[in-house]
């Protein structure tokens, strides 16, 4: 429900624009087009991934800045429950995976407890190498799938 | 699946070989129609097999076991167009100098006939060389059977000519996989070794994997998520009635399961807080014992043949690396000291190695090593090869094979087979793309 409310926003905000003024609308950039507090807001304006070094989950200071940045939108909207979802590059085995992809989630779950964002609304899970995104075999794609992804329920 | 299967087995001996074993026995006998697999090079047996007469199952199970002989590597099937003496009686000597004349080593022959309801199947394997019956067997069983027995022949040829058991009659389970990687669906399948009676035992609805048999095929145990986003659990079920259960409830997850030799228990990993241990679960009482207490990632746990020992992977030590246990835990001791990551480690049901995956700076492979750690020797690499387990004989591994993903399309993803030398690699032909092979026991009898 959440999601589809905040695309009936964007909807409106831009078919107002477009009424009002062309050369407003092509303006406008894209990330004042999202409704705060929502889930395109949190995607866009604060993160919702943070990536690891080859087979670590330590956070690295890119990862704390957009967990910071996650811990502040959380205590702002606080009726969002989460679920962080670990994942992996396909270089490493099936069940290592999963338990590292387990160990990422914990990561930054412990990382957002320590920002006083409270453990009940928290659930990890972990998906291995099961789950590619983007699906390549190169060491850009095997980059970004060495990732926690925070999904707001 | 798993019909009842009455079998006679009576094995022939010189009913009709007298004469032929007189004419043998003068020549002294070269062992031609022999094969030590372990000698470091050798050809394959030269082996005539000869569709099976008096019912015409008898060209499919003749089929069957040319099949299963020719992908072992070991032997070489003669194509029956070039067969000389087209008259072959099942149950008289045949003209050993035609079957010279073709160049074969070995020649099958055999007869199926109607038994009030059932089928009766004989079979002879000659020596062609010394010009004398090898062995021979008879077999009763219901016709649907016919598949199960042309691979109870097979394994009898080979055990014969390898001095090895046979791995014919057995089952893989795997995880089939399909459509897009950002969705990809990945469900848990069994077919027989060859291929052939290809079915699904999970419905595809949530992701699949690692499935491994019960010693007895029965049930068998695998990780699945129990609804998109719930962590993953191991499920035992029933592969005739497909019921199933939740083994265990624990929090966080468990995965990584695996029977013991003689099935009373399931040894798995359970991850909460970051830490991944070894639990072992008593099947029928469902009592739990953690066997591991460490911060790291111990995970692939598997028994040794004799069920005393369990080997593992662990990067306690800073990377991934094999480690031997007690079955009971404690004793924990580390075995895999080359350079790289070492992981899923499988116990041969004989006992004598240890298969595992690599991962290193050039890629992934497949090995063996011996359970003390020493010998260690390459059978099998590429891009991402992963996951081994052992045909029964404890000669044979398959794994499977991964090409890279490009343009935003999944790379294949393969079961293949290889012998413990290395020398002889083939694909495992499967209906979609396969992962996470798991080679039963042979079928009970």
């Known amino acids: ?153 | 699946m798993n019909t009842r299967f009455a079998m006679k087995f009576s094995r022939r001996s010189t009913i009709l070989g007298g004469a032929a074993l007189a004419a043998g026995s003068a020549a002294p006998a070269r062992a031609q129609l022999t094969i030590d697999m372990t000698k470091p090079s050798f050809e394959p047996v030269p082996i005539a097999i000869v569709d099976f007469s008096g019912d015409r199952v008898g060209a499919d199970i003749a089929g069957v076991i040319r099949n299963d002989l020719q992908n072992s590597g070991l032997f070489r099937s003669i194509s029956p167009s070039s067969f000389i003496q087209r008259d072959v009686d099942a149950s008289a000597a045949p003209r050993f100098a035609d079957w010279r004349g073709v160049g074969a080593a070995g020649l099958v022959v055999g007869q199926v006939q109607q038994a009030g309801g059932n089928i009766k199947v004989d079979f002879r394997l000659w020596d062609v060389v010394v010009g004398q019956q090898a062995t021979g067997l008879s077999f009763n069983s219901q016709p649907s059977n016919w598949r199960r027995l042309a691979h109870i022949i097979a394994d009898a040829i080979y055990k014969r000519v390898t001095g090895e058991e046979g791995y014919f009659d057995t089952r893989v389970a795997y995880v089939s996989e399909t459509g897009p990687l950002s969705s990809r669906t990945k469900r848990i399948a069994i077919m027989d070794q060859d291929g052939a009676n290809n079915r699904y035992i999970t419905d595809g609805r949530t992701i699949a994997l690692t499935p491994r048999f019960s010693p007895t095929l029965q049930e068998i145990v695998y990780m699945a998520y129990p609804e998109d986003r719930t962590p993953p659990r191991v499920f035992l079920q029933n592969v005739d009635s497909g019921r199933r259960e939740l083994l265990g409830n624990f929090p966080g997850m468990s995965f990584a399961p695996r029977f013991s030799p003689d099935g009373t228990k399931v040894v798995m990993s359970i991850s909460a807080e970051g830490r991944t241990n070894i639990y072992e679960m008593d099947v029928r009482g469902r009592a739990q014992r953690r066997l591991t207490n460490s911060a790291a990632i111990d995970t692939s746990p598997c028994y040794s043949n004799d069920g005393t020992q369990i080997v593992f992977n662990s990067d306690r030590g800073g990377t991934q690396q094999l480690y031997i246990m007690s079955a009971a835990g404690g004793g924990e001791r580390r075995i895999s000291f080359g350079e790289g990551r070492y992981a899923t480690p499988v116990w041969s049901p004989r006992g004598d190695y240890i298969a595992f995956t690599k991962i290193s700076g050039s890629g992934f492979g497949i090995g063996v090593m011996r359970t003390d750690g020493s010998g260690e020797r390459m059978l099998a690499s590429g891009f991402l090869v992963e996951g081994p387990t052992w045909a029964p004989n404890g000669r044979v591994l398959m794994f499977f094979r991964q090409q890279p993903n490009s343009g935003g399309r999944a790379g294949s993803v393969t079961l293949a087979q290889v012998d413990i030398t290395g020398r002889f690699e083939r694909q495992v032909p499967t209906p979609t793309d396969a992962s996470d092979p798991a080679w039963s026991p042979l079928i009970p009898q």
Not at chain 1, 15 to 26: G, H, P, V
Not at chain 1, 111 to 132: C, D, H, M, V, W
Request: hydrophobic residues 35%.
């Open chain 1, 1 to 153: 429900m959440r999601t589809i409310k905040a695309f009936a926003a964007i909807a409106a905000m831009i078919f107002m624009a477009a009424c009002s003024s062309n050369e407003q609308q092509a303006a406008a950039p894209a990330t004042t087009t999202v409704t705060p507090g929502s889930v395109a807001d949190f995607r866009q304006n604060v993160g919702d991934r943070v990536f690891f070094d080859t087979d670590m989950s330590v956070i690295r200071p890119d990862g704390r800045e957009t967990l910071n940045r996650q811990a502040e939108w959380l205590k702002k909207y606080t009726n969002y429950p989460i679920t962080i979802e670990g994942h992996c590059d396909e270089r490493g085995t099936r069940e290592y995976n999963l338990a590292l992809g387990e160990r990422r989630a914990n990561a930054a779950s412990q990382y957002l407890i320590a920002q006083g964002i409270p453990a009940a609304r928290i659930k990890t899970i972990s998906f291995g190498k099961e789950n590619p995104d983007p699906p390549g075999s190169d060491e850009g794609a095997w980059a970004r799938n060495r990732r926690d992804v925070t999904a707001l329920q």
